[in-house]
Nanobody
Framework: QVRLVESGGGLVQAGESLRLSCLAS????????LGWYRQAPGRQRDVVAV???????YYGDAVKGRFTISRDNAKNTVYLQMDSLNPQDTAMYYC?????????????WGQGTQVIVSS
């Protein structure tokens, strides 16, 4: 069982920045991938950014060039730096981890942290 705890959400104005943090209960080296997803009210959960243990990264089209995912292995923490925020970025942001096991790949989710961007 991997526990993920997000923090760093809040209320900001358009154009401002936020950095989200996700603390994992175990070493990041044991995880295949770490990512951030978001879900706005009435909408599906969408991928924001993913980083694999191999170093590869993926960003959703809506955040490319504005958001940056990074990881601090010593702190078991993955970050999401969000710059140039706009009201369309308002959503609950969830941390995600994928771990390999004898039963296959298992996905874990955090409880989420709310981001609200006012215009």
């Amino acid at each position: 069982q991997v526990r993920l705890v997000e923090s760093g959400g809040g209320l900001v104005q358009a154009g401002e920045s936020l950095r989200l943090s996700c603390l994992a209960s175990e070493s990041l080296f044991g995880l295949e991938a770490l990512g951030w997803y978001r879900q706005a009210p009435g909408r599906q959960r969408d991928v924001v950014a993913v980083v694999w243990t191999t170093g590869g990264e993926y960003y959703g089209d809506a955040v490319k060039g504005r958001f940056t995912i990074s990881r601090d292995n010593a702190k078991n923490t993955v970050y999401l730096q969000m710059d140039s925020l706009n009201p369309q970025d308002t959503a609950m942001y969830y941390c995600n981890a994928i771990k390999s096991s004898s039963d296959g790949m298992i996905t874990y989710w955090g409880q989420g942290t709310q981001v609200i961007v006012s215009s």
